[in-house]
């Protein structure tokens, strides 16, 4: 296993940890662009531009692109969230040339109106789809809620109306100005040729023109708001909270990543104990997100309507329990166990590592080998995971509820 | 490709299946039991589910507590499913705590304690499973679209039936595991990082001494089929197809597996084409090959906005019909690339592999290697997937749509 780096002259990063033992290769673009660097009439376009990169270049029309991926038989796709827009294909090794090729082919798209115009469709069809299923955009409306006027409040997807409003004039301006090089980084990761990786590299990215971009990295002023959103028709009730975690560049987050395993794991944690093992919630879990300069803790709860309020207050107690009381080792041991189980089996393929390669780089401009994530891991000690309690209080979050409920009671009241 | 599998059959009829895959950390398993739903009583639908939500609270000398934390403690990523033949255990570790999590479910499958002060929870967790099946309309849809398209017990949902949950109590599910829990029709199989010579050793010793049952019978009834609208107030429009295809024991079953691979296999598939990148019609659709032991068939999703269905499912139906007109060696190639790649790609993940072996001894009564299943592929051509859809043209569809308001299924189609 090497780990092995390049810049480009015009910025763009490569980066790889290459192990010939390995049976396939993967590679993806990391493009540092997303829903927080858009303004309000740009909401969602980072998400359509990810659609559109596939649909052709000067030298590739849609059918090409989708045909030569096909062709080598890659297993590829690409997404877009708060902060990334991320462009990946998993291949056998005899295609990494090819494959590299293709990505940095269609990172120039072609951005052409005809298409753009068929795109929106498909686009308005997946915000329709993500409405018709829980939780029902309360995702986005708790963001919002928490995030305020913060960039990070912004929709991935952005609105029916935003996206009919978007022109692809404005497209090819946001593309101008976020897809610079030097916004970019190349990670791979398996059986990698670096030097061939190189060579593609500056043979295809080589001729892009640098843009000076920038992304504004503010505080977050997060407020601790409660709403309760109707959709007569759910079965269920959904409920979602945030509350502030640490940030990507936090030495904290592992234990905040080990916390959230103790108390809402889908299997063995406190709230499954609580909700999920006596059937009085569907689900009940929490997780950890990590973004440049904030981070959050999120609890994620689904039930019978006529449940929600008693399950709240069930929550609430059990966070204020947590936060006076603190965890217990016997706690601590099985949610390591399970985190490093699942970094062995996760690492074990390509693609797994080349997110892992990609994030670390893109958010914090280190490599760290498997090792070093299961030795930080079980280095957190019961103390830390305390600390990390008291600095980022679960018990006064950002709440949003959706079902069929009109009202819901704020469970400390 | 050239790895051996191991196989045994002990004496009670238990079968244990194994593939070494020594370049990985971990290892996984997969328990087949035959408590599939098609077994649960009409009257109890949803009990094979039930007795599996039941099974996992408590078994041998660990209570509920006790259960979920030894695994926790071994790391092991887990998971259960219900078909209509079998009910499933699987997991996956770090290798050096295989032999400890296949104990722990040993006692699962012989020796659960079925608490009955657990019951109500239990029906509590399955009643709020099938609610919130009502809230995904997409996967609503397909669940209904297979139960009009299969002969009645092999349609059926494994999630059951509000009443018949609300009516079953403990003196269903104790006779239900007595009845289905049981070494013959049972298949374990395990891939990763293992030793076979102590695995059958293992094995044996925790499950050689379980006790055969007597055979299990099913009574089939006819499909629906046809057309079917559910009301739904939604803002898409969700449509299921399906049509017969042969099963995977069917020496033809790479032909079928070929021809639903040009329809949707990859984003340069006819589906994907020709539905969302033309037409900017749906933002998800698919068909995929499902198969049970002595029939298969192919089912088809489309979701689209309700003012753009009627097209979405017309432009559907005739990419489906078109295949009869045969596919191109061009469209073939590609199809060959990708499951290649994924065959190769099957190496780096030893859940898929312990699956595999457990579902083609049930299907084939053997295992086949990776590098037997590249051999079938290589031997496809659009001439032999050809003689295969004029054999087998796509037609007799039955249609489920759920949405606002009906659509018009084509006369011919049913």
């Known amino acids: ?413 | 490709m050239k790895h051996p599998i191991f196989s045994h059959t002990y004496p009670n009829g238990l079968v244990l299946l194994a593939e070494p895959m020594n370049w990985l950390q971990s290892a996984a398993f997969t328990f087949l039991v035959p408590a599939g739903c098609a077994h649960d009583p009409a009257e109890l639908a949803g009990l094979s589910s039930f007795a599996c939500e039941m099974a996992l609270r408590g078994a041998g000398d660990r209570d509920s507590h006790q259960f979920i934390l030894d695994l926790d403690n071994l790391g092991v990523d887990r998971s259960e499913s219900v078909s209509t033949a079998h009910t499933s255990y699987s997991g996956a570790t770090v290798a050096e705590n295989l032999s400890a999590a296949l104990a722990i479910y040993a006692d699962v499958l012989r020796r659960p304690h079925l608490p009955e002060d657990q019951l109500e929870a239990s029906r509590l967790a399955m009643l709020q499973e099938l609610r919130a099946v009502e809230d995904e309309p997409a996967q609503k849809v397909m669940i209904e679209l297979r139960r009009q398209h299969y002969p009645e017990p092999w349609g059926r949902s494994a999630q059951g039936e509000q009443k018949a949950l609300e009516a079953t109590t403990i003196r269903d599910i104790r006779p239900q595991i007595e009845r289905c829990y049981r070494p013959n029709g049972a298949i374990v199989g395990v891939a990763g990082r293992l030793d076979w010579p102590r695995l059958l050793d293992l094995v044996g010793e925790l499950l050689g001494d379980w006790a055969p049952g007597p055979p299990l019978a099913i009574a089939e009834s006819p499909a629906a089929g046809r057309y079917q609208h559910l009301a739904h107030d939604s803002q898409q429009t969700q449509i299921g197809i399906a049509y017969d295809a042969v099963p995977y024991r069917h020496p033809d079953y790479y032909q079928a597996f070929g021809a639903v691979g040009v329809l949707s296999g990859g984003m340069s598939a006819r589906l994907f084409t020709e539905v969302r990148e033309r037409r900017g019609l749906c933002y998800s659709v698919y068909a995929t090959l499902n198969t049970l032991l002595d029939r298969g068939a192919v089912f088809c999703y489309a979701g689209t906005g309700a003012e753009r269905a009627q097209q979405t499912l017309d432009v559907t139906l005739g990419e489906l019909r078109r295949m009869v007109q045969g596919i191109e060696d061009h469209e073939l190639d590609r199809l060959k690339a990708r499951i290649k790649s994924a065959l190769v790609m099957q190496q780096e993940m030893s859940s898929a592999r312990s699956s595999s072996l457990a579902r083609d001894w049930y299907h084939l009564g053997r295992a086949r290697t990776l590098d037997e299943v590249s051999g079938l592929i290589d031997g496809l051509s659009s001439r032999t997937i050809n003689a295969y859809l004029a054999e087998h043209p796509p037609a007799e569809f039955t249609v489920v749509t759920l949405g606002s308001r009906p659509l018009e299924v084509p006369c011919g189609v049913s």
């Not at chain 1, 590299?100 to 120039?108: E, F, N, P, T």
């Not at chain 1, 936090?250 to 299997?267: H, I, N, P």
């Not at chain 1, 957190?380 to 018990?395: F, G, I, R, T």
């Open chain 1, 1 to 413: 296993m090497e780990f092995l780096k390049y810049a480009l002259p015009n910025g763009l990063e490569v980066v790889a940890e290459c192990n010939g033992a390995a049976y396939s290769s993967a590679m993806g673009f990391f493009v540092k662009t997303g829903s927080r660097d858009e303004i309000a009439a740009l909401a969602g376009v980072s998400h359509f531009l990810e659609h559109m990169v596939f649909k052709g270049t000067a030298r590739r029309s849609a059918d090409d692109v989708n045909r030569e991926f096909d062709e080598m038989g890659a297993h590829y796709n690409a997404y877009t969230n708060e902060e990334n827009t991320v462009f990946y294909a998993a291949v056998l090794p005899e295609y990494q040339d090819r494959a590299v090729d293709l990505l940095a082919d269609i990172l120039r798209p072609a951005l052409r109106e005809d298409d753009f115009h068929t795109e929106k469709k498909v686009i308005l069809e997946e915000i329709q789809m993500y409405e018709d299923q829980p939780p029902f955009g309360a995702d986005d409306k708790c963001r919002a809620l928490y995030y305020g006027a913060h960039p990070l409040g912004q929709s991935v997807l952005g609105t029916a109306e935003s996206i009919a409003a978007l022109s692809a004039a404005a497209m090819r301006d946001y593309f101008r100005r976020r897809y610079s090089p030097g916004n970019i980084v190349l990670a791979a990761a398996g059986c990698v040729d670096f030097d061939a990786l190189v060579a593609v590299a500056e043979r295809c990215c080589g001729d892009w023109q640098p843009e000076v971009t920038s992304r504004k990295i503010e505080p977050v002023a997060a407020s601790d708001g409660f709403r309760v959103l109707r959709k007569e028709k759910a079965s269920q009730q959904y409920v979602l909270q945030l509350a502030a975690g640490p940030a990507a560049e936090d030495a904290d987050r592992y234990a905040a990543k080990l916390l959230t395993m103790v108390l809402g794991d889908d299997s063995g944690s406190r709230l499954y104990w609580e909700l999920v093992d006596p059937g009085l919630a569907e689900t009940a879990v929490m997780s950890h997100g990590e973004h440049q300069g904030a981070g959050l803790l999120m609890t994620y709860m689904s039930c019978e309507p006529q449940q929600v309020a008693d399950n709240l207050r069930r929550i609430h107690k059990l966070f204020c329990q947590v936060e006076a009381d603190g965890i217990t080792a016997a706690e601590l041991e099985p949610a390591k166990s399970k985190i490093r189980s699942r970094i062995v089996l996760s690492s074990e393929r390509p693609r797994g590592r080349m997110f892992n390669l990609g994030n670390d780089w893109v958010y914090r401009r280190e490599y760290r080998p498997v090792e070093a994530d299961m030795e930080a891991i079980a280095a957190v000690s019961v103390d830390e995971l305390v600390a990390v309690l008291a600095k980022y209080p679960l018990s006064r979050p950002t709440m949003v509820t959706i079902g069929p409920l009109a009202e819901v009671p704020q469970p400390d009241e």
